[in-house]
């Protein structure tokens, strides 16, 4: 009977034992719900440059909140406000000072417009020479320094005529040159006097040209001889004004 008590006794000890150990064993598997639960209390950050952080998630060397530097930030956007570090001046134009006004420079006039050309001296001048004509050369008062025949001309007749401030002047001459030559050399000639040309209308066999400046007028006529040389006429009205 006392035998069979102790072996009762025995296995519920043996019971107890185990029970202990597995219940030990379950503690020591299970994660730690104090640690955890202050690991969710405390804010992420992020670990410094060494890679720790201190107590409460600050880095190392920050200084708790509350001992005097919540003033920086007021004074960091101070600093914003004057050059950048290191430009050794302001990149902005200084402001007038008040009261003060800028100096602008003087406008220059504005220029007037162009001279008008001079008016161009006249061929002929007061007073004017009796109405003649000649034969064989050059008539006395006709204007041969404005119209200059072309060199080897052999002149047939001239002629001028007076009228109020008009002198009218013909001229009939041949050239051994050629048609085109002839126009060319009063064209040329007269163009140095400010006289333009146009075509006239002209008879079968005959080339016209008029010349005109202002209110003078020459016209110049060609025709081709059976010699083939050039006989060409000049009829001229000039004034004593320019223009």
């Known amino acids: 009977m006392i035998a069979k008590r102790l072996v009762i006794v025995g296995v ?4 107890a ?13 299970a994660p730690d719900v104090s640690a955890a639960a202050t690991s969710d209390s405390v804010p992420t950050a992020s670990a410094g440059p060494g890679g720790s952080l201190s107590p409460g998630g600050l880095p190392p060397g920050d200084p708790p909140a509350g001992d005097g530097t919540a003033d920086e930030p007021e004074a960091a956007a101070g600093a914003g406000n004057g050059p950048a570090s290191g430009s050794g001046e302001s990149t902005g134009s200084p402001a007038p000072a ?29 007073p004017l020479p009796a109405t003649a ?14 119209l200059p025949f ?15 401030a008009v ?15 002839v126009v060319g050399h009063f064209q040329q000639r007269l163009s ?20 005109v400046r202002g209110s003078d007028s020459i016209t110049l006529t060609t025709s081709t001889t059976g010699t083939g040389s050039t006989r060409f006429m000049l009829l001229g009205n000039l004034h004593t004004t320019a223009g």
């Open 12 to 15: 519920s000890v043996a019971a």
């Open 150 to 164: 072309p060199e080897g001309t052999v002149v047939v007749s001239t002629g001028v005529s007076a009228a109020d």
């Open 167 to 181: 002198l009218q002047v013909t001229a009939d001459a041949i050239s051994a040159a050629g048609q085109d030559s």
């Open 17 to 29: 034992l185990g029970g202990a150990a597995v219940f030990l064993d379950q503690m020591a598997g």
């Open 192 to 211: 140095t006097l400010n006289f333009w040309s146009e075509p006239a209308p002209a008879a079968e066999g005959q080339r016209s040209v008029r010349f």
């Open 133 to 146: 004509s000649a034969q064989g050369k050059i008539v006395e008062g006709f204007p041969a320094d404005a």
């Open 98 to 126: 008040s009261g003060a006004r800028e100096v602008l420079p003087p406008v220059a006039a504005a220029p007037a417009g162009l001279p008008l050309p001079s008016q161009p001296a006249a061929l002929v001048s007061m």
